[in-house]
């Protein structure tokens, strides 16, 4: 006898569309994953950049015009804002995510999340000294 053959119905439980929004874990889950869109803007964002900068410098220098723009500053803005939102939340979940053990005790998540943000610094200064 196959599933077609079947009187019965199967079970399907209804999931309506703000089910994230009645579960403070779920909310924050979903805002987080969220913010990868404007990560990936971004990156289509630069990549159309290299592309200008291959075609030449007039090509190059009208994308720089066009990221002067307030549409442009407001998007930018915004994806900072998204990309730290992302990069806060990542750092604090990565001690559940990546268990250290000295010997039979588990490392606290303090130390693990403080390194982050300690890698997270020392990176950007040594960014912003290459580009200055």
């Known amino acids: 006898m196959n599933n077609t053959d079947s009187k019965r119905k199967p079970y399907v439980r209804e ?8 579960n403070a874990f779920y909310t924050g889950y979903m805002i987080r994953e969220g913010t990868s869109i404007f990560v990936s803007i971004y990156a289509v964002v630069l990549m159309w950049g290299l592309m ?3 075609q030449g410098q007039e090509a190059f220098n009208g994308w720089l015009e066009s990221l002067q723009s307030p549409i442009a500053i407001l998007f930018h803005v915004v994806a900072l804002a998204a990309c730290l939102f992302h990069a806060k939340t990542w750092f604090a979940l990565a001690p559940k995510a990546m268990r250290i053990f000295r010997g039979e005790d588990l490392v606290p998540e303090k130390p693990i999340v403080l390194a982050q943000y300690v890698a997270l610094a020392v990176v950007s200064l040594l960014v912003l000294i290459i580009v200055a």
Do not use: N, P
């Open 15 to 22: 999931m309506k569309k703000d089910w994230w929004l009645k």
């Open 52 to 54: 200008r900068l291959v």
